[in-house]
């Protein structure tokens, strides 16, 4: 019949031509016999899925799927190359590439040039990162071709967010005050500060120290890992009724912030005098 027919599955994108010679012959008795060539242009199906590869770009690392990125980088920093690519053809080929979801991240065309099927991209911050609000992030890339019907992929990339010393230490009271019987005994417990930093790491780690005037840097000190305020001499209300000074609270971040509070002692009368009369002239 001369039907030509193939033998088996055929892959545009492995063999997109197929050139080969088919012969006619007659059954005479000096049979006779001609040659044509045959050309097969593979027409091509929508049959593959967009590719997305994301790769690490300048000083942002990856590792296992993973990037890290400071809080304080600024906005429309690249985190990431991407490049999609589909290996159909026309229609087919023509990928439109999003992230999905609701995350302060977007792709920007990295060149106008090139052709439909293969593109790059650079995934960028839209906005400024917070550590303390939102530690790490989960992109997912969508890539989806023209095809009908069309297909899809997906990839991810996890970002997280490296903490900055943005943030000084608070302390839970900005001034407090507070009584103290005179005659005690040395080493005597105070008070307690506390103050908290919304850092992490050592940008967390606080060291107490006080800031005292002249006349009282040796009545008081503080345990720089605790807060725990003691006194270092025996008090006397007769001598001197009132103390003031700050406590400073630093991180042990690069630079160290600091936070301070007021601190105010009312030494409290014991009776420890005796009465004396006081004789006119």
Same mark, same amino acid.
């Given at each position: 019949?001369?039907?030509?027919?193939?033998?088996?599955?055929?892959?545009?994108?492995?063999?997109?031509?197929?050139?080969?010679?088919?012969?006619?012959? !007659?059954? =005479?008795?000096? #049979?006779? +016999?001609?040659?044509?060539?045959?050309? %097969?242009?593979?027409? &091509?199906? @929508? *049959? /593959? $899925?967009?590719?997305?590869?994301?790769?690490?770009?300048?000083?942002?690392?990856?590792?296992?799927?993973?990037?890290?990125?400071?809080?304080?980088?600024?906005?429309?920093?690249?985190?990431?190359?991407?490049?999609?690519?589909?290996?159909?053809?026309?229609?087919?080929?023509?990928?439109?590439?999003?992230?999905?979801?609701?995350?302060?991240?977007?792709?920007?065309?990295?060149?106008?040039?090139?052709?439909?099927?293969?593109?790059?991209?650079?995934?960028?911050?839209?906005?400024?990162?917070?550590?303390?609000?939102?530690?790490?992030?989960?992109?997912?890339?969508?890539?989806? !071709?023209? =095809?009908?019907? #069309?297909? +899809?992929?997906?990839?991810?990339?996890? %970002?997280?967010?490296? &903490?900055? @010393? *943005? /943030? $000084?230490?608070?302390?839970?009271?900005?001034?407090?005050?507070?009584?103290?019987?005179?005659?005690?005994?040395?080493?005597?417990?105070?008070?307690?500060?506390?103050?908290?930093?919304?850092?992490?790491?050592?940008?967390?780690?606080?060291?107490?120290?006080?800031?005292?005037?002249?006349?009282?840097?040796?009545?008081?000190?503080?345990?720089?890992?605790?807060?725990?305020?003691?006194?270092?001499?025996?008090?006397?209300?007769?001598?001197?009724?009132?103390?003031?000074?700050?406590?400073?609270?630093?991180?042990?971040?690069?630079?160290?912030?600091?936070?301070?509070?007021?601190?105010?002692?009312?030494?409290?009368?014991?009776?420890?005098?005796?009465?004396?009369?006081?004789?006119?002239?």
């Amino acid at each position: 019949t001369g039907l030509i027919t193939v033998q088996g599955p055929i892959d545009r994108e492995d063999v997109s031509t197929l050139k080969f010679s088919v012969m006619a012959k !007659d059954k =005479g008795a000096n #049979p006779k +016999s001609a040659r044509t060539q045959v050309v %097969v242009t593979i027409k &091509d199906m @929508n *049959d /593959n $899925a967009p590719s997305i590869e994301i790769r690490g770009i300048g000083l942002v690392t990856h590792q296992d799927g993973m990037a890290n990125i400071s809080e304080d980088v600024p906005v429309e920093t690249a985190v990431a190359l991407v490049q999609v690519s589909d290996r159909d053809e026309g229609e087919n080929a023509v990928v439109t590439c999003v992230v999905a979801g609701d995350v302060p991240f977007q792709l920007r065309q990295a060149s106008e040039t090139g052709s439909d099927s293969k593109k790059k991209y650079f995934l960028q911050t839209t906005t400024p990162l917070d550590y303390e609000s939102v530690k790490d992030y989960t992109i997912e890339i969508v890539a989806v !071709d023209s =095809g009908n019907p #069309p297909l +899809s992929s997906t990839n991810s990339l996890k %970002v997280q967010v490296v &903490d900055v @010393n *943005d /943030n $000084a230490p608070v302390f839970s009271q900005s001034f407090t005050e507070v009584a103290f019987p005179e005659n005690n005994e040395p080493n005597d417990l105070v008070m307690e500060v506390s103050a908290s930093d919304a850092d992490s790491g050592s940008n967390a780690k606080l060291v107490y120290s006080l800031v005292t005037d002249p006349s009282s840097k040796d009545s008081f000190t503080i345990d720089p890992d605790s807060g725990e305020i003691r006194v270092k001499a025996v008090l006397d209300r007769e001598q001197r009724e009132r103390y003031e000074f700050l406590v400073v609270a630093a991180d042990k971040g690069s630079p160290s912030l600091k936070g301070t509070a007021s601190v105010a002692i009312n030494v409290m009368d014991r009776n420890d005098n005796d009465p004396k009369f006081m004789l006119s002239g």
